[in-house]
């Protein structure tokens, strides 16, 4: 069984950084692209970023371009987001997913990751 967890959420003021970490369970992590997706109270999910299984190619949302970073270490079954110059608009909880089947090239569609994290609540304030 597949575990995510994630961890870095927090409060931050407008401008300010985060860095989210999602550490994977299991022997095959390398194998699989990754996805950051979020939820803002009384909104739908949303994509944010998305990074393939060698980490050579990524994916990011409009919104987040050039502001965040997606990151991965196969070493340590991690993937991180680093969030720069964030804005209040940013306030969301922050899940991880993983792509179900290996080897495939990034993608912004949820349905394709078919493991979740819990989520990590990320507040920007003003």
């Known amino acids: 069984q597949v575990q995510l967890v994630e961890s870095g959420g927090g409060l931050v003021q407008a401008g300010g950084s985060l860095r989210l970490s999602c550490a994977a369970s299991?022997?095959?992590?390398?194998?699989?692209?990754m996805g950051w997706f979020r939820r803002a109270p009384g909104r739908e999910r949303e994509f944010v970023a998305a990074?393939?299984?060698?980490?050579?190619?990524?994916r990011y949302a409009d919104s987040v371009k050039g502001r965040f970073t997606i990151s991965r270490d196969n070493d340590k079954n991690t993937v991180y987001l680093q969030m720069n110059s964030l804005k209040p608009e940013d306030t969301a909880v922050y899940y991880c997913?993983?792509?179900?089947?290996?080897?495939?090239?990034?993608?912004?569609?949820?349905?394709?990751?078919?493991?979740w994290g819990q989520g990590t609540q990320v507040t920007v304030s003003s």
């Open positions: 299991g022997r095959t992590f390398s194998s699989y692209s």
């Open positions: 990074i393939n299984w060698s980490g050579g190619s990524t």
């Open positions: 997913a993983r792509d179900q089947n290996r080897w495939r090239t990034v993608s912004s569609i949820a349905a394709i990751y078919g493991y």
